[in-house]
């Protein structure tokens, strides 16, 4: 279920007044803690999209920054950036998130997200039907420590997706999420391969089958 929404849902809870506006809801997310991903990195990870290309057949992986906020009814993360995680294996395989794979994200993030935290992380396996594997599991349990900290998995061959967070002892997949900053303009970075896109993005509206492919995406002149 897609449902565009204008307005900040109403609460009882004043410090919710800073949640966004705009927003667009995929799914049916739970109360206790949802997820906002802002307009702009959703796109980013939907490369067709932004540039007109085909579907890649290789594995990709990153990872995603933003904030974690606490309310009185409820945990809410909000993801406004992105780090491609550099592949040093074969092309067909899942990159590696090694000592090394961590050093350059933390260096880009302190150049370009300096206030931001890891969130967590993306994993895009073409072809994959969303299969949760012991290794992806492994992987999530040993990097990502915070039960806040969650994982989207793709499969962008069949345009697929699904944000799974960890419960119980393993990863369950959660039934919904919000993008934010539906409309508007502003700026931002995407990370890839150790370079840093500046962007503008601008939308004025949401296209007519609600995917959102409205959002323009601009990579700044080098000044």
């Given at each position: ?91 067909e395989e899942v ?29 895009d396996i073409p ?91 601009f990579r700044n002149?080098?000044?």
């Amino acid at each position: 279920m897609i449902e565009i929404i204008q307005e900040t849902e109403k609460t009882e809870d004043k410090q919710e007044a800073k949640l966004p506006r705009n927003i667009r809801q995929i799914g049916n997310p739970e109360k206790d803690f949802r997820i906002y991903m802002e307009d702009y990195v959703y796109t980013y990870l939907h490369p067709a999209q932004l540039y007109g290309c085909e579907i890649g057949v290789f594995p990709r992986m990153l990872i995603l920054v933003g904030e974690i906020e606490h309310f009185s009814n409820r945990s809410c993360a909000f993801i406004s950036g992105a780090v491609q995680v550099e592949n040093e294996r074969f092309p067909e395989e899942v990159p590696e998130l090694n000592d090394a794979a961590w050093r350059r994200v933390k260096k880009e993030m302190q150049q370009f997200f300096d206030k931001c935290q890891i969130v967590g992380w993306v994993l895009d396996i073409p072809g994959n039907a969303l299969e949760i594997t012991p290794e992806i599991e492994d992987m999530h349990r040993t990097n990502f420590l915070n039960n806040f900290q969650f994982f989207f998995l793709m499969d962008s061959k069949e345009r697929e997706e699904a944000f799974y967070t960890w419960k119980e002892g393993r990863l369950t997949r959660k039934e919904g999420y919000f993008i934010y900053n539906c409309l508007g303009s502003g700026e931002g970075y995407f990370i890839t391969n150790g370079t840093a896109i500046d962007i503008t993005w601008e939308k004025g509206g949401e296209a007519e089958n609600g995917s959102g492919a409205s959002l323009t995406v601009f990579r700044n002149k080098a000044t």
